[in-house]
């Protein structure tokens, strides 16, 4: 099988300048003694450092760093070897001057991106890439003598290096120097530690026991990069140097003479060596450290060596004893930590001496210290022995809330928003190097940023894994054996979640159970805590998942993609639709990627796009407009499906979009299908459309609505029914009960809905039954069914859809305003607190809002002025932003009323003019409402005229409507004002008749304030 990878690798690139001058002085024959010179420098030089020669044109050479296993220091290497090459030149140069009186000077370029390694096996080039030109660009850029590194190299390296910056190209970067020894990228320890208490306790404890002359004790610290190992065990030994010598070594990823290079650290350390120090000072001090010991002569002599201070040859039993001897005799002077950090690297032999000096030093206060990532126990299966004063520690990511505390520590000057906190904290799932390395880019590239001394954050879907930590994670990737690999890379496709059986069918290995088992030791899944039955697993880390993902080529992942979407669908079988958003989900990958490599598959696209179109309807149909909006949208934006059954789609979008409160993208989409019906001579879609369009436009314009609803609905009905299209035919008369009902014409709205509820029973579609009954609700409440009745009435419609939240939501709601009205208050609190968490949840943002309207009105009733103003405002605002005017009108009006109660006059006229501009003629409702609220505040001011116009032409409104509740409420106001303009016959009599109204609603609670007020001005009178 030939292995083709999408990697992040380095790419250097150099030449030598003026070359062709050098031919022109030299003969043909020195001029290739010379190139062969350089040659075998620049090949060295990458070597050494673990890159790999491509290729030498002429005088150029072209090396890649990460082929074919990536390191997460690939950047650093190559720029440690650029630098090396740019040094031995210098060096090459005098014997070039001497032998033939010329100078070379080396132009380097190098740089970092996204390339396809080939399979070396086969000869093809080591990579492809657009980071091979941009290399080669910056190489020309290069003045002679300078190395250019470009953006992403600099994001790679930048805490090892030193730099200036260039005017062309403006994102590169010239190289002046590489600090020697430094990581590429500087761990910060400037915020505080963040908890860990429960490691760091048994940490200190194995310190205090030892301290106390108890025996030596080896502990190792196990865990994956970045989670924190060396911050931990730094604490420890801060700490620990109060009381005792402290010594520190770590291993190196590569180079040569790298064996003992920890011990050599430990030994200066320990005998204040320094660069300037002469050998064979530093062995006299060596001997001076074990002057307790009756051989220190020879133990001084076997360090030095071992160290690189002498030639002497040294076996390695001799080294270990001296380590061994030298260790003993600190020991015995002050108690001694030792710690050995990035054990993983670390050569076979230096692990034995590690292991040896664990064994063999108990009789001394002394404590070994070691951290390894988890490969370490891939070399050595039984690191650290069975010996009980061995102890290993893992540790694990930090939780949530110690991640929120480690963003708020690292953003030091500024709040985070919560949001910001919660969703940064999920990126790096507990990882605090991944957080760190996060952030930093976050705030680079502006996602991340202050607003008003507060981190907001921007939009998290485009943040791309920080190039270090794919570094990191595709240097581990790469050193699973091949098996284990395709495993991962499969895996990948299918999801951050993903169970055995369809990664067995995907892959066809027999030995799958033990990969899996391997990664899961490997700690790059793990068995997911929540699943049953089938075990089902997942990636340790997102970016695991995702660096997998993007390391296989796109043909082998769309393939991936189509391979899978086609097993669920054959194991569902029958159940498919359970499935259907992650079968619609891979082919759209599917198709996407190939596309990407322009093999544009229609085939796919357009099953793709059923699949997802089925799956948004159904979500629709359950009530879940985000998700349906997602899918719809997703599903029109592929290529190649049939025009009519996209037109069909793009009504379901645009009815998801409503839903959702997105009015002007609803229209948008229908402005578009209707054009598209249109020109497809498609005279039912054409209908359908129109209905739809209309009953959108009584939210955003209402005032143009009126008449229009009417005709369009008549004439679409025409047509539908010459198509029996009952899905339609539905539609159309729902629009027509709509336009009863927002006249408060609920008899008229009833005789709609009847021929509305059989064609939708004929179509079998819940989406608009579930509608009906929503509207069957609406009219129980404003219409002439009293009270009770309308209560029992919700609660049956309610129980005829159980599984309909939205539905359940509405009856809810309608419910609460009901039992206001019978003074049941605490009940009304709890139903509409209850409909509002569900259309929340939902996201139903309209529907909330107008819920929230018939809430503000129940508090009203409750004379919680407060809580009506709280309910109506947050409705208000909702329904202004979502463009709905219908509703807006309607709950200015109410909001006005709530704020003359409260005292707030000028507010509350303010809002009465927001409703009268936005009622349609049509909206009973509305225009009865601002009138009345106008017309107490003109009484309050002794405008008595105006106000006896107003709450006239209200009564006269409302006379028209069969909405006994509008009724009553016109005929009480017309009574109060009236009564303030002394006509107090004609008060009595509508105040009269306003208990009547109420009373046949069975609203107590209007009815009583009615009868108060009638009381309270004609003692005499009997209601
Ligand atoms: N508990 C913590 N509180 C605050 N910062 C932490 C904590 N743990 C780790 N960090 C920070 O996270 C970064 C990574 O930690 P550290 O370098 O210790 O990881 P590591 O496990 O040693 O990784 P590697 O295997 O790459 O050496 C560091 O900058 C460190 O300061
Ligand atoms: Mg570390």
């Known amino acids: 099988m030939t292995r083709v990878t999408r990697k992040t690798v380095t790419v250097l690139f150099c030449d030598w300048v003026g070359s062709t001058a050098l031919g022109e002085v030299l003969d043909a024959e020195s001029v290739r003694g010379v190139q062969d010179a350089f040659a075998a420098e620049a090949s060295g030089a990458v070597e050494r450092h673990g890159g790999a020669v491509e290729k030498f044109i002429g005088d150029a050479m072209m090396a890649v760093f990460g082929v074919p296993l990536a390191h997460e220091d690939d950047a650093l290497r190559a720029v440690r070897a650029a630098v090396e090459l740019r040094d031995a030149v210098a060096a090459l ?3 070039l001057e001497r032998q033939y009186g010329v100078r070379l000077a080396v132009r380097t370029g190098v740089s970092s991106g996204e390339a396809v390694a080939g399979d070396p096996t086969t000869g093809q080039a080591l990579i492809t890439g657009d980071v091979v030109n941009s290399a080669q660009w910056l190489e020309e850029a290069a003045g002679a003598g300078e190395i250019l590194i470009g953006e992403i190299t600099y994001r790679l390296v930048r805490d090892a290096v030193v730099v200036e910056s260039v005017e062309e190209p403006a994102s590169a970067r010239r190289l002046l120097g590489v600090l020697t020894e430094a990581p590429a990228f500087v761990r910060r320890l400037d915020a505080p530690l963040v908890d860990r208490e429960r490691e760091l306790g048994p940490l200190r404890a194995s310190f205090e026991r030892v301290r106390g002359a108890g025996p030596g004790h080896f502990v190792t610290v196990f865990g994956t990069a970045g989670v924190g190992k060396s911050r931990l065990v730094n ?13 520190e070594g770590r291993c190196l990823p590569y180079g040569e003479g790298i064996t003992f290079f920890p011990l050599r650290s430990v030994v200066r350390q320990a005998a204040a060596i320094d660069a300037e120090t002469p050998p064979e000072a530093a062995r006299s001090r060596i001997a001076e450290l074990v002057a307790d010991d009756p051989s220190a002569a020879t133990v001084a002599d076997h360090l030095a060596a071992t160290v690189g201070f002498s030639d002497a040859p040294v076996s390695t039993e001799e080294t270990f004893w001296a380590v061994r001897r030298l260790l003993e005799s600190l020991a015995r002077q002050r108690p001694l930590v030792l710690s050995f950090d990035d054990l993983q690297w670390a050569e076979e032999t230096f692990l034995d001496l590690v292991e040896y000096l664990g064994e063999q030093t108990r009789e001394v206060p002394f404590l070994l210290v070691c951290m390894a990532r988890p490969e370490l126990l891939d070399e050595r299966p039984t690191w650290g022995g069975e010996d009980p004063s061995t102890a290993w520690l893992r540790l694990e990511p930090l939780s949530p809330a110690d991640s929120e505390e480690l963003i708020d ?15 940064l904290a999920e990126a790096a799932e507990g990882n605090p190097l991944y957080l760190e390395e996060i952030l930093g880019m976050l705030v680079d590239d502006g996602t991340l940023r202050q607003e008003d001394g507060r981190w907001r954050i921007g939009d998290l879907l485009s943040v791309r894994v920080p190039p270090t930590i794919e570094a990191l994670i595709a240097a581990r990737l790469d050193r699973l054996p091949p098996e284990e690999r395709s495993v991962v890379d499969t895996a990948a496709v299918m999801g951050k979640w993903f169970r055995g059986r369809g990664l067995a069918e995907l ?9 899996l088992d391997a990664l899961t030791r490997k700690e790059l899944i793990r068995l997911e805590p929540r699943s049953w039955g089938e075990p089902a697993y997942e990636f340790r880390h997102i970016l695991i998942q995702d660096v997998a993902y993007r390391s296989l080529p796109k043909g082998r992942r769309a393939d991936v993609h189509e391979r899978f979407a086609l097993w669920v669908t054959e194991t569902y079988g029958a159940r498919v639709r359970e499935v259907e958003e992650i079968v619609g989900y891979h082919l759209e990958q599917a198709y996407r990627t190939r596309a990407e490599l322009g093999r544009d598959d229609l085939r796919l696209a357009v099953r793709a796009a059923s699949v997802l179109a089925s799956a948004g309807r159904r979500a629709l149909n359950r009530g879940d407009a985000p998700a349906a909006t997602n899918l719809l949208q997703r599903s029109v934006a592929l290529p190649g499906a049939d025009a009519h059954a996209r037109l069909g789609r793009m009504l379901d979008l645009a009815r998801a979009l409503r839903e959702r409160g997105d009015l002007g993208g609803a229209e948008n989409v229908l402005e578009e299908a209707k054009a598209a019906a249109a020109e497809l001579e498609d005279r039912r879609l054409e209908a359908r459309m129109s209905v739809e369009r209309c009953y959108l436009r009584f939210f955003t314009d209402p005032r143009a609505w009126t008449e229009e609803a009417l005709r369009t609905a008549d004439g679409a009905i025409e047509t539908l029914e010459e198509f029996g299209d009952d899905v339609g035919l539905a539609d159309a008369w729902i629009l027509v009960a709509l336009y009863e009902y927002a006249r408060c014409r609920i008899a008229e709205m009833e005789r709609a809905l009847d021929p509305a509820l059989r064609h939708a029973r004929r179509a079998g579609d819940p989406r608009q039954i579930s509608t009906l009954r929503n509207a069957m609700t609406r009219a129980a409440l404003v219409g002439p069914t009293p009270v009770e009745r309308a209560i029992a009435r919700c609660v049956e419609i309610a129980s005829e859809q159980p599984q309909d939240r939205s539905l359940e939501a509405v009856t809810l709601g309608v419910r609460a305003l009901l039992e206001a009205m019978r003074g049941q208050f605490e009940e009304a609190r709890l139903l509409y607190g209850r409909s509002h968490s569900i259309l929340d949840e939902l996201g139903q943002y309209r529907l909330l809002a107008a819920m929230r309207t018939y809430a503000g009105t129940a508090e009203l009733l409750a004379a919680d002025w407060l809580a009506a103003e709280r309910e109506l405002r947050a409705s208000a605002d ?23 109660r409260l005292g707030r006059d000028d507010e509350a006229f303010e809002l009465t003019l927001v409703s009268e501009e936005t009622a349609s003629e049509q909206d009973a409702a509305s225009q009865v409402l601002w009138r009345l609220a106008r017309a107490s505040l003109h009484a309050k001011r002794g405008q008595l005229a105006e106000a006896q116009a107003l709450a006239l032409d209200a009564d006269r409104l409302a006379a028209e409507t069969d909405a006994l509740n509008l009724q009553g409420d016109a005929a009480l106001r017309l009574g109060e004002v009236l009564l303030a303009s002394a006509l107090r016959d004609e008060a009595a009599a509508a105040m009269q008749r306003a208990v009547e109204r109420y009373e046949a609603k069975g609203n107590l609670v209007s009815a009583a304030a009615a009868r108060r007020a009638l009381a309270s001005s004609f003692p005499g009178a009997r209601a």
């Open 507 to 515: 892959t066809g290995d027999p030995a799958l159970p033990a990969r």
């Open 878 to 900: 909702a329904l202004g932003e979502i463009g709905d005017q219908a509703n807006l009108s309607t709950t200015t009006a109410y909001l006005a009323d709530a704020l003359e």
């Open 409 to 423: 520590n690292l953003l030091a000057e500024g709040e985070v928003a919560e949001d910001a906190k919660r969703a």
């Open 235 to 247: 604490e420890l030994l801060v700490q620990a140097a109060e009381h005792a010598t402290v010594l």
């Open 93 to 95: 140069n005098v014997r």
